[in-house]
């Protein structure tokens, strides 16, 4: 706290990432990567690139990314947005669509950057509690609102919403924005994307960090109707109009282009996921059934802090949120099948864990 900091950072609780340990021997599965790296196109893309032409400004509007897109997505390319990471697309749809009157509706349990946008935009926010099941329910969404946004699939449970759903609501909602972040849609959950030409008031948000593992090079992009994205471009120009550098550009392009790896790495992490799923199950875990690259699980009697700290001491990192309802829970990162099996056989190590029958 300093006396220079002004009232409106002094009241900000900042969003904390998942820890990013400096020592290699650790099995990380607190933060959502991708245990594969990036397409080897991205890493020729990567040795390719003419340092020279870094003296250069990139190109604004990230013309070749956007068309890539609109391409791959089916739809043109003043329906894309594009920026660094998802986390600054959300940013700049929060500051464009839901400084309203009226409050924003979010589930009560999903991603915790959403409180912090609204602090730091001083936008007025309902939570909406989700089913015993953590089943997000879009029908109590349909009442006055400034906004709607949620996580399809959610996280950190891992549970998605159909497009029927989805799309129940849109027929009901029509005076505000309703923004669906699918930062995890490419795990096998249902995208959204399909509904943009339909309803003016849908914003799809999908990040490059997770299923294509670029979480390093942060390149998050959203589609929606025409008007949408130009208000998205109102704010992004009023506050950096150069954001996704000539390498992000580069890498996120040449990721898209190689839809094989990507089906591959996918598929892969999706049977992971499956295969950890039984084994959690059979030491005496509920699991919550996933449509990403993580499982939110709970153990029938162990606490979940003392699950972390156990799995920590033998050098594998899970996440562990302390709010109340999921204190009890772990989200665990699916990460290569050797990880996976090092991570089970570590919880078959512990004292009151055993096998069930
Ligand atoms: C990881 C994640 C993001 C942010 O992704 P970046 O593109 O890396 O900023 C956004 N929303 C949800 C729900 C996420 O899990």
């Known amino acids: 706290m300093s006396k220079f900091w002004s009232d409106a950072i002094r009241d900000l609780t ?9 020592v290699s021997n650790i099995i990380k599965l607190n933060t959502n990567e991708n245990p594969f790296g990036p397409s080897p196109k991205v890493t020729h893309a990567i040795h390719s690139f003419e340092s020279n032409k870094l003296r250069k400004y990139p ?28 986390d600054e697309v959300l940013a700049h749809a929060f500051m464009a669509f839901f400084r309203q009157k009226e409050p924003l509706l979010m589930p009560t349990i999903t991603y915790s950057f959403y409180d912090v946008y609204c602090n730091l935009y001083n936008i007025n ?30 996280a ?16 009901t909602n029509t005076e505000s924005v309703v923004i669906v972040d699918e930062a995890y849609v490419d795990f096998g959950a249902q995208s959204a994307v399909s509904l943009i030409n339909k309803y003016p008031n849908i914003l799809v948000i999908q990040t490059f960090s997770k299923s294509r593992s670029l979480a390093g090079m942060r390149v ?9 994205i130009e208000g998205l471009e109102r704010v992004k120009n009023s506050f950096n109009s150069y954001p996704l550098d000539m390498l992000a550009q580069d ?20 049977s992971t996921r499956e295969w950890t799923t039984v084994q959690l199950e059979s030491i005496g875990f509920n699991v919550v059934p996933s449509k990403t690259n993580f499982v939110f699980a709970t153990h029938r009697y162990l606490p979940g802090a003392e699950l972390m700290g156990f799995l920590r001491t033998h050098n594998i990192l899970v ?29 078959k190590k512990h004292p009151d864990i055993s096998t069930l029958d």
């Open 156 to 171: 950190p449970t891992g549970k998605a919403l159909t497009l029927d759903a989805i799309e129940g609501l849109l027929n």
């Open 319 to 347: 996440r562990h949120f302390s709010r109340p309802g999921i204190e009890n829970h772990l989200r665990i990162t699916i990460g290569t099948p050797d990880e996976m099996s090092a991570f089970i056989d570590c919880l």
């Open 251 to 270: 890498t996120a392009i040449a990721a898209i282009q190689d839809e094989q790896y990507f089906q591959e790495t996918t598929q892969q992490i999706i």
């Open 14 to 22: 900042p969003y904390v990432p998942g820890e990013q340990p400096k």
């Open 125 to 154: 926010y309902e939570h909406i509690p989700l089913g015993d099941d953590f089943s997000i329910d879009l029908t109590k969404y349909q009442r006055p609102n400034g906004g709607i946004i949620f996580a399809n699939p959610n």
């Open 220 to 228: 998050g992009f959203a589609l929606g109707n025409a008007e949408l």
């Open 59 to 86: 190109d604004p509007d990230s013309t070749s990314l956007k068309n890539t897109l609109a391409d791959y997505y089916n739809v043109s390319s003043n329906q894309v947005f594009v920026g660094n990471g998802s």
